[in-house]
């Protein structure tokens, strides 16, 4: 069977509804706490008692008003309970306006903290934490997930403050007006709890699978997108199609289960309303029959029952909601509670300028516990040294230089740079005296001065164009549309493979790092263009320590030390006339291939 496609990201969390889980998400909302009362506040008192009145008022109008026990009717009653009755009415629409536009406010504010928080965090999440997530997945809890929560911030919390406050209101307006017929209606809510809470735990699962299923969608749309280019080479789109559609089948499958259970909150509401209405018609005539109760309270009470279950209805909503969320909030704390595989120190010194000595001491170091990547490396380079790590494919080139950049800590041994361990050192201080140019030579979208600023937001224009012309990258950059204000799409797919060298060079030389780390692209470019990176490479290397992951001759040859590895230990260290000498020597075996290839 076909194992493409495989993303392990999400498994269900299998953590139970977990009330720390829900404060540690209510601590996004403290910094509003001030402006979450007064909302409340408004609500309660301009909202809530006003609705809670008019029944009374209805019922005032018809026992004294209309249909007065003793006397006439009387209508200047009538008029005035009216009048009373549109003041609080506008007085309630007022009310709402400002709730929903403070709860919406309130809610924005609440998720771009949390977003904030998320994406902040994933900065500085180590390389092991990405090799293990296709960025889809990533991407997924930093919007759907977050996004999962808006609702709840936006309405869910204020409106469930003030439900709740209306709901205990309801209960003591009803058992005062008729203590018997009051514990009669609400005698059906029990049973209701009892209902809803069996489908608790259902409807959270539903809402995680659909997550899930949508972070795989979004894994597999990533990756689709970024090789487009070899999916259309082979002639898979057909396939790729055909893969898509199954996930987004089975989304909407997961989608309209959890739909549907949430859906049976409604039903079991409603059963329960319409058992308390008939409760309340049967006892209440009894009531009113006997004396002990006039046809107004009646009327008020089938006005405060409806009330009473549509805080209620809403709660239950709102539960359902908090279900969603919780899954969410879980995904999302999944995250946060990552600590960086490769953190700081708490005494961590910042590194003083460096002069770009390296020492690695017995070295050894593997992605995965029972696989070494690096054993025994020992190397010292003095300042200024250009080193070049060559050997065969999976030999530890890239893991040397990853260590070096404290991308991931070594298991055994130690990486010193002027005599520092890079683990006591801060991490910031340790990679901004290291420039990297890597392989995959990354434009980011924007123009091409901000690319080669990447590194350094402060340099003037003046430097930027200087640092293009020491590495010759200028000339094709004039030749551009808006020269260095061209936009250039992400990735920078608009420009050659040796432009993008030439402009990672030039990220780079502006840097100005100490140590320079550079994974030559193996690609092959045209004679010119070699020859004009060669000479962009002598500017970028002179006067400082340079690592270069080699793959092309007129590098190793230049080189001041060459390191040869193999399955991830040096076999042999040297320069080029040294370890030429070697008869039958890993390197020597290197270049011969290398010169049969070039001249085959
Ligand atoms: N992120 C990773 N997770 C797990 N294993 C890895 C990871 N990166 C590299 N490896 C493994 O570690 C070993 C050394 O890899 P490394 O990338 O250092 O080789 P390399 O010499 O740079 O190869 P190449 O010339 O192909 O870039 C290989 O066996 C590789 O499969």
Redesign the pocket.
């Known amino acids: 069977m076909s194992r493409k496609f495989q993303y392990q990201d999400d498994d269900l969390i299998e953590k139970s509804f977990n009330w720390k889980q829900m404060a540690r998400l209510f601590t996004y909302i403290k910094p509003y706490r001030t402006e979450v009362n007064r909302v409340v506040f408004v609500m309660t008192a301009f909202g809530m008692l006003t609705k809670l009145a008019i029944p009374f008022l209805i019922s005032m109008a018809i026992d004294r008003a209309i249909q007065p026990r003793e006397g006439d009717p009387n209508q200047g009653l009538l008029y005035g309970i009216m009048a009373g009755m549109l003041v609080l009415y506008a007085l309630r629409w007022w009310a709402q306006r400002y709730t929903i536009l403070k709860t919406n406010e309130i809610g924005q504010k609440v998720i771009y903290d949390l977003r904030t928080a998320l994406f902040k965090h994933i900065q500085g999440l180590s390389f092991r934490f990405f090799?293990k997530r296709p960025a889809g997945s990533v991407l997924v809890r930093v919007t759907n997930d977050v996004n999962s929560l808006q609702d709840l911030f936006t309405n869910g919390v204020v409106n469930s403050v003030i439900d709740i406050a209306q709901l205990l209101g309801i209960i003591v307006i009803l058992l005062c007006l008729q203590f018997k017929l009051g514990l009669a209606v609400m005698i059906t809510v029990p049973l209701m709890f009892v209902v809803s809470a069996s489908l608790r735990k259902r409807i959270r699962f539903a809402w995680q699978t659909v997550r899930i299923k949508q972070s795989r969608i979004n894994s597999h749309l990533n990756e689709s997108i970024q090789g487009i280019r070899v999916t259309q080479a082979f002639a898979q789109e057909k396939e790729n199609i055909g893969f898509f559609d199954g996930m987004n089948r089975s989304n909407i499958r997961s989608w309209n289960f959890a739909s549907a259970l949430n859906q049976l909150f409604g039903p079991v509401i409603e059963i329960t309303s319409a058992a308390g209405t008939l409760i309340l018609l049967l006892y209440g005539t009894h009531l009113i029959q006997s004396g002990a109760m006039t046809v107004g309270v009646l009327v008020a009470f089938i006005t405060y029952v409806s009330y009473f279950w549509e805080p209620i209805t809403r709660l239950g909503q709102m539960y359902s909601q908090l279900l969603i969320s919780m899954s969410s909030a879980e995904r999302i704390f999944e995250y946060m509670d990552e600590k960086p595989a490769v953190g700081e120190k708490p005494g961590a010194v910042d590194l003083p300028d460096v002069r770009g000595h390296v020492r690695f001491e017995n070295v050894e170091f593997g992605?995965?516990a029972d696989r070494p990547?690096l054993r025994g490396i020992d190397l010292d380079i003095e300042p200024g040294m250009t080193v070049a790590l060559v050997?065969h494919?999976?030999?530890?080139?890239?893991?040397i230089v990853n260590l070096l950049c404290r991308f991931y800590d070594t298991v055994k041994g130690r990486v010193l740079i002027d005599g520092i361990d890079v683990r006591d050192a801060k991490l910031d201080s340790l990679r901004s005296q290291i420039g990297i140019v890597l392989q995959d030579t990354f434009i980011f979208s924007g123009t091409i001065r901000d690319n080669i600023r990447y590194g350094r937001p402060d340099a003037t224009d003046a430097e930027v164009e200087a640092a293009a012309r020491s590495v010759r990258a200028h000339d094709f950059i004039s030749q551009l549309p808006d020269g260095y204000d061209t936009e250039v799409q992400e990735r920078g797919s608009a420009l050659s493979m040796g432009q993008r060298q030439l402009l990672s060079f030039a990220r780079a030389l502006l840097a100005d790092p100490r140590i320079l780390i550079l994974d030559e692209a193996t690609a092959s470019i045209d004679t010119e263009t070699e020859l004009r990176i060669q000479e962009a490479l002598g500017t970028l290397l002179a006067d400082r320590t340079s690592f270069i992951?080699a793959h092309r001759l007129s590098t190793i040859r230049h080189a001041d030390l060459i390191v040869v590895?193999d399955h991830g230990v040096i076999v042999e260290q040297g320069n080029h006339d040294q370890l030429m000498k070697l008869p039958g020597g890993h390197y020597r075996g290197l270049i011969e291939a290398q010169y049969r290839f070039l001249s085959a």
């Open positions: 090799d992605y995965e990547a050997g494919t999976g030999s530890g080139k890239s893991t992951v590895l």
